[in-house]
């Protein structure tokens, strides 16, 4: 069950979150209300240290076409952080129910890359954890991971072609996302922990199963 975009991003979006901004937690809260966003999925990104874990959100408005990944690093584990900045803007955001156990046909790019192109291009960047993007989807779910969150890099005010992938195991809630670049070229971003879909979605997901039919594909 995938919930789609409807429009596409206008960077003139009103009450439009400055990219890279930090805010106190209540006030990044009010701001993200304000601008018509919604939690979409959350969870607790692992870091190497063994303090509080950092909280991880990712959102998106009616339409989907804007939404955010913001995070901040809790004082205390199992109380929110004081603050939340903006690790991302995104556009073009599509959820899906990784309860179903599908991984959606319309998720996957048209072609996907060889083995060789994929270790090159990491060489040349300097980044491990990569992978092709659809060969991806297969492996994460013979794993138990399914298809979340996907949407599109918002980069100096303008849409591009490379987009955020967010995956969950509903056995265990963990998961991950991953960056992707327009070709397929995907990368590991955060490894993520006591995952969970906001209300919104939920609220989407019975709405929609209700109906008995499909959500939108864009």
């Not at 004081?82 to 179903?100: I, K, M, Q, S, Y």
């Not at 979605?201 to 008995?212: C, W």
Request: charged share 20%; with cysteine.
């Amino acid at each position: 069950m995938i919930v789609a975009a409807a429009s596409a991003f206008s960077v003139s979006a009103a009450h439009a979150i400055e990219e890279r901004t930090c805010l106190p937690f209540n006030d990044m809260v009010a701001a993200l209300r304000a601008e018509g966003q919604h939690t979409i999925v959350q969870g607790d990104k692992v870091g190497l240290d063994k303090g509080p874990r950092a909280l991880v959100i990712y959102t998106g408005n009616d339409d989907g076409s804007r939404g955010y990944e913001v995070g901040g690093h809790r004082k205390v584990e199992g109380r929110m952080p004081p603050e939340l900045c903006v690790r991302a803007t995104l556009t073009n955001v599509r959820f899906h129910n990784a309860l179903e156990r599908t991984v959606p046909a319309s998720w996957r790019l048209p072609r996907s890359l060889t083995p060789e192109q994929v270790r090159a291009e990491a060489e040349r960047r300097g980044l491990a954890m990569t992978a092709d993007y659809n060969r991806s989807l297969d492996q994460g779910a013979r794993y138990g991971g399914y298809p979340v969150l996907k949407a599109n890099l918002v980069i100096g005010g303008k849409a591009t072609g490379a987009f955020l992938d967010v995956r969950m195991a509903p056995a265990d809630k963990t998961g991950a996302s991953a960056s992707v670049s327009p070709t397929g070229f995907s990368w590991q971003t955060d490894v993520l922990v006591n995952m969970g879909y906001g209300q919104f979605a939920l609220e989407r997901f019975k709405s929609l199963a209700g109906q008995g039919a499909p959500a939108p594909h864009q």
